[in-house]
Structure formats: C-alpha cells, structure tokens
T-cell receptor, first 114, second 115 residues
Framework: AQTVTQSQPEMSVQEAETVTLSCTYD???????LFWYKQPPSRQMILVIR??????QNATENRFSVNFQKAAKSFSLKISDSQLGDAAMYFC???????????FGQGTRLTINP | DAGVIQSPRHEVTEMGQEVTLRCKPI?????LFWYRQTMMRGLELLIY????????DSGMPEDRFSAKMPNASFSTLKIQPSEPRDSAVYFC?????????????FGPGTRLLVL
C-alpha cells in the first residue's frame, strides 16, 4: 500500500530562520509525483511545490525548496527566511501516474515565532 | 479563473437530514475529486471523476454517500441520511489531467457539522 509519513506533528521556527519539514513515502512504483500542500487557518489547501520522481534536480519555488532522495524515499521541504504568513499545516502528498489520487501524510503544524 | 468553487462553506444539520455539497471545478479541467478531512483519518479521497464519469469510488464510506457529475462544470456530494460521524471538512479539487498526473487545485472546503 502507498503510505506517506510525516514524523514531525509540530515544528516551530524563529522568523527569518530556516526550517525543514520531513516526509517519507513508501511505493514500489518508479514513476510518481510528490507534493507539499499548505493549509493555513482558513483551511484552504494551497500547493507549495511539486517534484516529479524522474527528475533528479530538486524543485525550488522562491523561498521553498525540496530535498528529494529517491533511493531513501525521502522528500523534505525547506523553508528559508521564514515569514509569519508561513504558519500553517503542511501536508506531504504522493500520487502515481495513472492512479489519479493523492495520498496525504498526517501533516506538520508549523509555528513561526516573531 | 475563479478557482474551484464550493458551496455552502458551512453547513449545520441534524442527524437524519439530507445534506448536499456542491462543487464547480476550474473550467477545462477533466478530473474532479472529493476529499474528506477529519482529525482521526486526515485527508482521504472519497471519489473522483474523469470527464464526468466516476472512476474510483472505493473511498466512499457507505451507501449513505453518493456523488454525481451531470456536466463538466458541476458536481454534488450527497449524504442521506447524515450522521454525527460525517462531521468533517469536505474538499473538492480539480486537475487538468494529461498523460501524467497534474497538480490538483482545491476549493475552500465545506465544513459540515451534523448534530
């Protein structure tokens, strides 16, 4: 079965510092996609970043970047220069080509301390 | 584009009543998904459609739940009769759907409370 594990229920970081959120997944597929979604208190699910498994280069979106370790089945999210607006639940998610459904981790609640 | 639109945003009902949640996907998206979020089970897929056809409904909890997509711009998720354990946030999402899985874009969700 496909599973996604986020081992950190909660994380906190000082404003302007860097924080890394962990995610591991389990799959026997070779072609798949990984995502980080952000859910602020409004509960809207917002895409932060995505990574195609066949790409070796780590994805980057402004202050957000990932460390994708395919052999280790690890997909961590790094947030640089943390801002108060980054405070939210962060969900790691996974899907395979053709499966057409997202499997989510349990989430990590990120707090930004001013 | 306005994004995925869901209504109502909040719904409070009594046990045994029928509840209908509505979703308008992003225009041009071929895939529509219904998810449920609870504290106990997290985010889980209920059902998804491709070109208005239900493809996988294995996540639908039981016969009390039904979903339809009569056209490309509208879908409903119905619970009849509702029970307190159905209380959750229900999300609709859509994606363009190509040869490879595309990003899913989520609506704001409907917070359902069944008393």
């Amino acid at each position: 079965a496909q599973t996604v594990t986020q081992s950190q229920p909660e994380m906190s970081v000082q404003e302007a510092e860097t924080v890394t959120l962990s995610c591991t997944y389990d799959t026997s597929e070779s072609d798949y996609y990984l995502f980080w979604y952000k859910q602020p208190p409004s509960r809207q699910m917002i895409l932060v970043i995505r990574q195609e498994a066949y790409k070796q280069q780590n994805a980057t979106e402004n202050r957000f970047s990932v460390n994708f370790q395919k052999a280790a089945k690890s997909f961590s999210l790094k947030i640089s220069d943390s801002q108060l607006g980054d405070a939210a639940m962060y969900f790691c998610a996974y899907t395979t080509q053709g499966a057409q459904k997202l499997v989510f981790g349990q989430g990590t609640r990120l707090t930004i301390n001013p | 584009d306005a994004g995925v639109i869901q209504s109502p945003r909040h719904e409070v009902t009594e046990m045994g009543q029928e509840v209908t949640l509505r979703c308008k996907p992003i225009s041009g998206h071929d895939y529509l998904f219904w998810y449920r979020q609870t504290m106990m089970r997290g985010l889980e897929l209920l059902i998804y459609f491709n070109n208005n056809v239900p493809i996988d409904d294995s996540g639908m909890p039981e016969d009390r739940f039904s979903a339809k997509m009569p056209n490309a711009s509208f879908s409903t998720l119905k619970i009849q009769p509702s029970e307190p354990r159905d209380s959750a946030v229900y999300f609709c999402a859509s994606s363009p759907g190509t040869r490879y899985q595309e990003t899913q874009y989520f609506g704001p969700g409907t917070r359902l409370l069944v008393l």
